[in-house]
C-alpha cells in the first residue's frame, strides 16, 4: 500500500459494519469452544483456548491458516474487540490469533502491579508465537495494545516482521517520566494520575459494569459528557444519570460481552498497565532515539481526541522520526477512539492491504 492510496480508505462508506461479529446474545466463550462464522457458510471455525506463555494463562481466540497475526487489544477491552477482524483477516488467508492480553479478561492478572510493565507485555508477545509454534508474525495493536506492538517491533525486529497501530502513535520517549512531567507542569487531574492508586478507579469502574462499557463505547475518548481530566468527587466516567446510548457500531448483545467479562474480572489488571507509565520510561531508556525499520501503518479516526489534542497532534505528525518505513497513515474521517469496531470494513481493508504488500506471503 502506497501512502499515496489513503485517501481511497478516507472514502469507503462510513459506519459501514461487517458482518463478521460474534454471536448475539452469548456470553465469553469458553477455553475449547467452537465459533461458526455464518458468512463463512461454518466453512471456517474460529476457537478459543487458554495456553500458557511466559509465565502466564493466556486465552486466545484464534482462526485461519497462513502467516502469524497477532491481534493486540487495548483497554478497557478484549480480545473480543477484534471479533470484525479475526474472520476477515482469516479468510485473507492468515493465521489470526487475538489474545486476552496480560490482566484482561479470561488471561492471568498478577497480584503485583509491576508485573505489567511493556516488558511483560512485549514478552508475552514473543513467548505467544514461540508457543504457537511460529518464529515471526505481523503485530497489530489498538490503544494500549498499539505500544505494545511498536514495542515488540522495536524491541525484537525478528520475530515482528512488520506492524501496525491503531489510535496510539509509536513511541516517540519524552525527556521526563510522564506522570512526573505531567506533576511539573501543574497538572493533577489527568485521567492517568486518576488511575494511580490501587482501588479508586476499580471502585468507580465496578460499581456498575454495565453502566461503565456504555459510558466508555457512546463516545470513546471523544464524548462530550467526559473529559480526560477528571473533577474531583465525580470520577472519570461522569454523571450516571445523563444517558449513554450506544453508538450504531455496537449492539447489546455485543455490550453484553464486554459486561459479562469485566464483571468477573474486574478492572484492577488493566489499570495495573497505567500504573507503570513512569516504570516504562525508566524501562526503554537504552531504546532513547531508537526507529523501527519494519514496514509499517497507522489508523486512527479525525475524531479521537488520542491524536487530536496538542500532544496527540505532534506525535502524529512527527511519526517518520520513529518509524522509518511508513507505509500509510490513514485518518478515517468521523470516527472516534474505537476504530476496529466502529468502521471494520475501512480497518479490515487497509489492514489487508498491508498486509498483502508488506507481510510473508
Partial sequence: MRRGDIKDFQGLRSGQRSDCGGRA?????????????????????????????????????EQGSGPLVILCHGWPELSFSWRHQIPA???????????????????????????????????????????LGETQAVIIGHDWGAPV????????????????????????????????TLRKDGISNFYWQYFQEPGVAEAEFERDVDFTMRAMFSGGFSSPVRSLFVEHG???LGD?????????????????????????SGFRGGMNWYRNIDRNWELTAPWQGARIHQPSLFIAGSEDSVITGLI??????????????????????????????????????????????????
Fill in 25 to 61: 446474545g452469548t456470553l465469553p466463550y469458553r477455553e475449547g469452544s467452537l465459533h461458526k462464522n455464518s458468512k463463512q457458510g461454518g466453512q471456517s471455525m474460529q476457537t478459543t483456548r487458554t495456553i500458557t506463555a511466559n509465565g502466564i494463562d493466556m486465552f486466545l481466540r
Fill in 89 to 131: 483477516l482469516a479468510t485473507a488467508g492468515y493465521r489470526v490469533v487475538a489474545p486476552d492480553m496480560r490482566g484482561f479478561g479470561q488471561t492471568t492478572s498478577p497480584d503485583d502491579a509491576t508485573a505489567s510493565t511493556i516488558f511483560d507485555t512485549v514478552g508475552d508477545m514473543v513467548a505467544l508465537v514461540a508457543a
Fill in 149 to 180: 506492538a511498536w514495542h515488540a517491533a522495536m524491541f525484537r525486529p525478528d520475530v515482528f516482521t512488520a506492524v501496525a497501530g491503531l489510535s496510539v502513535p509509536p513511541p516517540l520517549r519524552g525527556r521526563g517520566r510522564p506522570l512526573e
Fill in 234 to 236: 465525580h470520577g472519570f
Fill in 240 to 264: 450516571p444519570a445523563i444517558e449513554r446510548p450506544l453508538p450504531d457500531w455496537i449492539s447489546e448483545a455485543d455490550l453484553a460481552q464486554f459486561v459479562a467479562t469485566y464483571k468477573a
Fill in 312 to 361: 496527540g497532534k505532534k506525535r502524529v505528525g512527527d511519526m517518520e522520526r520513529v518509524v522509518s518505513n511508513l507505509k500509510g497513515k490513514i485518518i478515517l474521517d468521523g470516527a472516534g477512539h474505537w476504530i476496529q469496531q466502529e468502521r471494520p470494513a475501512q480497518v479490515n481493508a487497509a489492514l489487508i492491504a498491508f498486509l498483502k504488500d508488506n507481510g510473508p506471503q
